[in-house]
């Protein structure tokens, strides 16, 4: 019956504990002639362990983005992966409605910086359908197995 503390036929319910498990309580008895006691420090398991702390990684630099003939060359540096470790990374392209799409060829593995787009599959491909002229916008997200960074500015 959630967190509930029971002293010789006596009880009440404590409706505010959250995570973390432990937590030391006393408690006294108030009635309309007298305060009691203090009760010896009893030890409450709430049965609820803390969630573990999710580790986002951080926020990466914006990639470089260049056109080597009929190639898009998009570079990133990796993320500081001091606390957390990278499986991949999404690497996105605005199309010419200017909405960001994910490029699913790039940044498949861990330690991949860089990709290359043929620029026909960015010009003539949908949903891209970019035109002569216009700037390539990339930008680059790292992916852990418990979180996505925060997606970088456009290079």
């Known amino acids: 019956m959630g967190n509930e503390v029971r002293t010789q036929g006596a009880y009440a319910t404590i409706q505010?504990?959250?995570f973390s498990g432990n937590y030391e309580v006393k408690?006294?008895?108030?009635?309309n002639c007298t305060v009691g006691q203090q009760s010896?420090?009893?030890v409450l398991n709430t049965g609820n362990p803390a969630p573990p702390a999710v580790i986002k990684p951080s926020r990466m630099a914006?990639?470089?983005v260049s056109v080597d003939m009929c190639t898009v060359i998009i570079a990133w540096r990796p993320v500081n992966t001091s606390n957390v470790i990278i499986n991949k990374y999404l690497v996105e392209v605005a199309g010419a409605d200017e909405i960001f799409y994910t490029v699913s060829s790039c940044g498949t593995s861990a330690g991949t910086t860089g990709c290359?787009?043929?620029l026909n599959f960015l010009t003539q491909g949908s949903p891209f359908f970019l035109r002569e002229g216009m700037r390539i916008q990339a930008r680059v997200s790292a992916i852990s197995s418990q979180a996505?960074?925060?997606?970088s500015d456009v290079g």
Do not use: E
């Not at 408690?27 to 009635?31: F, K, L």
């Not at 996505?148 to 997606?151: E, F, G, I, L, N």
């Open 40 to 42: 010896p420090i009893m």
């Open 62 to 64: 914006p990639p470089d």
């Open 16 to 18: 505010t504990l959250g």
């Open 148 to 151: 996505t960074s925060d997606v």
């Open 116 to 118: 290359s787009i043929a």
């Open 27 to 31: 408690v006294r008895t108030i009635n």
